[in-house]
């Protein structure tokens, strides 16, 4: 069955510093996304991207937070400065017709 | 937007048991999904259900859309079912809203 993989799985980082996380979709997916889910928390939506450009966006991803798919395979989430606020679990997901949602195992983020 | 609760939102149950989650939206909603969350916190897709039943071994689940539901029954309940079930929801935009979750804890 095709994945959704993420890398890494965790990533400890200093406050402040910019972080980038990775996800490779599913290949004949066309709809890619970012959630996060704080720690005993629900998740939640961060941005939608389809055909190269951002379709949809939360309150939550502000000028911090970018988004880009380099080489039509690879879909990463950019965080410029890191807070603490932002220690989260954060999921990529793609959206095929018929199955709807893949998630990937996600990447732990811990700011210190 | 629409809102999303799942109920209960914590289920002890002793093995062998069955159990029920209710997932209620409070719009009409083009796509259902349930999702496992495992104790390693992956999210495992268990179902795409906007209506209809759907069985799959020791699970199936039903959605009501007419009325704004969906069910999980989880048969025969084993020790690795434990961890948090959502419900997630989308309508006319492709965002998936999801449920607070049940929470599932299932004793030897």
């Known amino acids: 069955e095709p994945e959704v993989t993420q890398t890494p799985s965790h990533q400890v980082t200093q406050m402040g510093q910019e972080v980038i996380l990775r996800c490779v979709p599913i290949?004949?997916?066309?709809?890619f996304y970012w959630y996060r889910q704080i720690l005993g928390q629900k998740v939640e939506f961060l941005v939608s991207f389809y055909n190269n450009e951002i379709s949809e966006k939360s309150e939550i991803f502000d000028d911090q937070f970018s988004v880009e798919r380099p080489d039509g395979s690879n879909f990463t989430l950019k965080i410029r400065s890191t807070k603490l606020e932002d220690s989260a679990m954060y999921f990529c997901a793609s959206l095929g017709r018929a199955h709807g949602y893949t998630f990937g195992s996600g990447t732990r983020l811990t700011v210190v | 937007g629409i809102q999303v609760e799942q109920s209960p939102p914590d289920l002890i149950l002793q093995e062998g048991a069955n159990s029920t989650l209710r997932c209620n939206f409070s719009?009409?909603?083009?796509?259902l999904q349930w999702f496992h969350q495992n104790p390693w916190g992956q999210l495992i897709n268990l179902f795409y259900?906007?209506?209809g039943t759907k069985q799959n071994g020791r699970l199936s689940a039903t959605t009501v859309a007419t009325e704004r539901y969906s069910l999980l029954y989880i048969s025969s309940s084993q020790t690795t079912d434990s961890g948090v079930y959502f419900c997630a929801v989308h309508s006319g935009t492709y965002k998936y809203i999801f449920g607070t979750g049940t929470r599932l804890k299932v004793l030897a």
């Open positions: 259900i906007p209506s």
């Open positions: 719009d009409s909603v083009n796509n």
């Open positions: 290949s004949n997916h066309l709809y």
